[in-house]
T-cell receptor
């Protein structure tokens, strides 16, 4: 069974803390994505990566950074957490190119910044 | 990206068929129609996709209008586990590069299934 796993389902952090969200996929997919999901706004892409050490900004990269040191792992970093980053964070992966019909999502991490 | 329009919510009775509509009047000739769904407290999951012909898989059927300006996701017998938000998304594989694999999710349709 294909799997995308995320390090935590629920996380509570304080304003100003550095936060790491980890995502691991076991499907040997080239592309990996970080989205955030907020009520009424759908999913918004933060960053994506199409290969190890490669990254591209999505629609809302401000306040975030990413790291992809290994093909199976894609980390999202909140350098200094703020309350407006309270959200559901979803990681996804897919094959590159036209083979990537299905995008596989992790279960999500609900982050609360107080 | 071409835009899709879906009703905010729909209700169905258990074990009855459900037809979830999606309008995409600005669809281009090379856009594929994808459906994903998101169960409560879970990430989205792929349901089905198609281009012109109707498609069937173990989860659902996809009926595409002849002019491709609309489509309908059909759940043949709704169960309580089908209660979810269903998203209709257009994606053009001709523009699929590394960035093209991203998906743009709108508001979707919240399906409620009554026992």
């Amino acid at each position: 069974d294909v799997k995308v796993t995320q390090s935590s389902r629920y996380l509570v952090k304080r304003t100003g803390e550095k936060v790491f969200l980890e995502c691991v996929q076991d499907m040997d997919h080239e592309n990996m994505f970080w989205y955030r999901q907020d009520p009424g706004l759908g999913l918004r892409l933060i960053y994506f990566s199409y290969d190890v050490k490669m990254k591209e900004k999505g629609d809302i990269p401000e306040g975030y950074s990413v790291s992809r040191e290994k093909k199976e792992r894609f980390s999202l970093i909140l350098e200094s957490a703020s309350t407006n980053q309270t959200s559901m964070y979803l990681c996804a992966s897919t094959l590159r190119g036209t083979g990537g019909w299905e995008q596989y999502f992790g279960p999500g991490t609900r982050l609360t910044v107080t | 990206d071409a835009k899709t329009t879906q009703p905010n919510s729909m209700e169905s009775n258990e074990e009855e068929p459900v037809h979830l509509p999606c309008n995409h009047s600005t669809i281009s000739g090379t856009d594929y129609i994808h459906w994903y769904r998101q169960l409560p407290s879970q990430g989205p999951e792929y349901v089905i996709h198609g281009l012109t012909s109707n498609v069937n898989n173990r989860m659902a059927s996809l009926a595409i209008a002849e002019d491709r300006k609309s489509s309908t996701l059909i759940l043949h017998r709704a169960t309580l586990r089908d209660a979810a938000v269903y998203y209709c998304i257009l994606r053009d594989p001709l523009y699929v590069d590394n960035a093209g694999n991203m998906l743009t999710f709108g508001g979707g349709t919240r399906l409620m299934v009554k026992p």
